[in-house]
Every structure is written in C-alpha cells, then in structure tokens.
C-alpha cells in the first residue's frame, strides 16, 4: 500500500495558478490510474480529475475542464494538478488517491488516499 502525500495548497486570489503535487511513497503496483478529488465543509467529496498510470487517458470534471490540468512523472512516482484560473468555488481540501480499477471518476473505486491539501480562493 503506497503512501500518498499532496503539497501545493495555499491561498491566493481569484483568478491565479496553483500546482499540486501528489508523491507516493514507493512506485504504485498495480494502479490503474490515480486522481484528484476535493471536499469543502458540509459537501461529499467530489472527483475533480484523473489520469491513468499506464498510458495518458484523462478524465475531468465539467466545472474545471479547460482550467485544470492533471499530469504524471512515473518516474517519480508522482501526479500534477495545475490549477488555472482559479475561482473561490474551487475552495477546498484536495485529496489524491490511487486506484486499480477502471472507473476512474468514480471515488468508491480508489483505494489508497492521502491527507489532503488546502486551497483557498479568496475573491
């Protein structure tokens, strides 16, 4: 079971970038692809983007389709989530997970988690 630890957060102001980097902690095994997903309080998780280990299918979520851009490094053992034109509703805790399965958008797929990141967008 990999370890997955995200960085990148912060604040900043409607409209500008962030880059969020998910590390795991030893090569995944296995993986099938591996995404972003995000929480704010009081709301259910929700998927945000991912992108299959093998390969370079990616799948987005509507509300940040031509904002966001998620990448990978195999080497190492990484995932990228570049934020653009970021908005105050895309506040909130980003997490990122592995999964094996082939659903890449679906949340009850994935397996290993981390601890989260948090964004916050003011305006």
């Known amino acids: 079971q990999a370890q997955l630890v995200e960085s990148g957060g912060g604040v900043v102001q409607a409209g500008d970038s962030l880059r969020l980097t998910c590390k795991a902690s030893?090569?995944?095994?296995?993986?099938?692809?591996m995404g972003w997903f995000r929480q704010t309080p009081g709301k259910e998780r929700e998927f945000v983007a991912a992108?299959?280990?093998?390969?370079?299918?990616?799948d987005y979520t509507d509300s940040v389709r031509g904002r966001f851009v998620i990448s990978k490094d195999v080497m190492a053992n990484s995932i990228y989530l570049q934020m653009n034109s970021l908005r105050p509703d895309d506040t909130a805790i980003y997490y990122c997970?592995?999964?094996?399965?082939?659903?890449?958008?679906?949340?009850?797929?994935?397996?290993?988690w981390g601890q989260g990141t948090q964004v916050t967008v003011t305006s």
């Open positions: 997970a592995l999964t094996k399965g082939e659903r890449i958008a679906e949340q009850e797929e994935y397996q290993d």
């Open positions: 030893r090569r995944p095994y296995r993986t099938y692809a």
């Open positions: 992108i299959t280990w093998s390969g370079y299918t990616t």
